[in-house]
Nanobody, 128 residues
Framework: QVQLVESGGDSVQSGGSLRLSCTAS????????VGWFRQAPGKEREGVSC????????AYSSSVEGRFTISKDITSNIVYLQMNYLKPEDAAMYYC?????????????????????WGQGTQVAVSS
């Protein structure tokens, strides 16, 4: 049974940092592209970042590029999202998702409908 469990969400002040974790079971993350998505109240879900199967390519939304970093720990089967210089507009529920397929981050980042394994989310709050 495939399971993705997010953790690391918290309440921080603007300018602070958090590291989110997506712990996978029932799948091996080097066979999957993994993405992070977020959804704030009253807003549509948006893609934040994606990492390819091999972890050699990554993709970021323009709103987080340069502040967030996605990475994979193959040994632990965990995908991380390091979030620095957090802004109030980063506050949202963050979800990780995985899809098995080609070795490309940008391909799947532009096709979020292809992700077929989702976690339950972890909440991030940022105060100004």
């Amino acid at each position: 049974q495939v399971q993705l469990v997010e953790s690391g969400g918290d309440s921080v002040q603007s300018g602070g940092s958090l590291r989110l974790s997506c712990t996978a079971s029932g799948l091996t993350i080097d066979d999957y592209a993994v993405g992070w998505f977020r959804q704030a109240p009253g807003k549509e879900r948006e893609g934040v970042s994606c990492i390819s199967r091999s972890a050699r390519s990554t993709a970021y939304s323009s709103s987080v590029e340069g502040r967030f970093t996605i990475s994979k720990d193959i040994t632990s089967n965990i995908v991380y999202l390091q979030m620095n210089y957090l802004k109030p507009e980063d506050a949202a529920m963050y979800y990780c998702a995985a899809v098995r397929g080609i070795n490309s981050a940008t391909y799947y980042f532009s096709r979020p409908q292809l992700f077929n394994n989702w976690g339950q989310g972890t909440q991030v709050a940022v105060s100004s």
